[in-house]
């Protein structure tokens, strides 16, 4: 079974412009995680989205947003990027075969974007 | 306000060694506690985890310890590689919900 993908692999934009992310989950899985990879603060939970609606949401301005899809696959946009956005991000699905109930995250090999 | 904290930051050991990283949290509420391994250029990997209803979990060489009163656990690695250098994370969950609190990682290295 084909893990969890992410395009593209690298990135390289400069201040103030937006990007868009994407993350296709393991076939079957309902859940799909986002976050932010950086030396300094360490892995950071952006947003998680279940049947397409966001159930819980990090930290992090309104710059940064997501959606998921019907068939899960899920995006992330960040909007007027700044110098500090520079980062690795990742994304983590889940089975989630139950609603609500906690299962294994399992991470794509992420986005790293470079702000210049 | 970091919830997880992690150490040591970076550790060597010499092949055959035992590696131990320890993590301490704050939130009671958590109550899934995974570790996570990350090589270069790669995304975490789930190694091993564990709920509060049990003091130690171990498959293979890795082992989970925990200490609920002390709201603290730890990975050990037995008989550690150098192909177990990498980037190693401790995590918790509260609840059924899927946001993860990280520490901010330990970096083992293994000497042959």
């Known amino acids: 079974k084909a893990g969890v993908t992410q395009t593209p692999r690298y990135l390289i934009k400069t201040r103030g412009q937006q990007v868009t992310l994407s993350c296709s989950p393991i076939?079957?899985?309902?859940?799909v995680s986002w976050y932010q990879q950086t030396p300094g603060q360490g892995l950071q939970f952006l947003f998680e989205?279940?049947?397409?609606?966001?159930?819980n949401k990090g930290n992090f301005p309104g710059r940064f947003s997501g959606r998921q899809f019907s068939n899960s696959r899920s995006e992330m946009n960040v909007s007027t990027l700044e110098l500090g956005d520079s980062a690795l991000y990742l994304c983590?699905?889940?089975?989630?075969?139950?609603?609500?109930?906690?299962?294994?995250?399992?991470f794509g090999p992420g986005t790293r974007l470079t702000v210049l | 306000q970091q919830q997880v904290k992690q150490s040591p930051q970076s550790l060597i050991v010499q092949k055959g060694g035992i590696s131990i990283i320890n993590c301490a949290y704050e939130?009671?509420?958590?109550?899934?506690f995974p570790w996570y391994q990350q090589f270069p250029g790669k995304g975490p990997a789930l190694l091993i985890a564990?709920?509060?209803?049990?003091s130690e979990k171990k498959e293979g060489r890795f082992t989970i310890s925990f200490n609920k009163s002390a709201k603290q656990f730890s990975l050990h690695i037995m008989d550690s590689q150098p192909g177990d250098s990498a980037t190693y994370f401790c995590?918790?969950?509260?609840?059924?919900?899927?946001?993860?609190?990280f520490g901010k990682g330990t970096l083992l290295t293994v000497n042959p």
């Open positions: 983590a699905s889940s089975l989630a075969l139950l609603a609500g109930e906690g299962d294994t995250q399992y």
């Open positions: 076939s079957g899985h309902r859940s």
């Open positions: 989205y279940f049947s397409e609606t966001q159930r």
């Open positions: 939130n009671t509420a958590f109550d899934y």
């Open positions: 564990i709920r509060p209803d049990v």
């Open positions: 995590a918790a969950r509260e609840g059924s919900n899927y946001k993860l609190t």
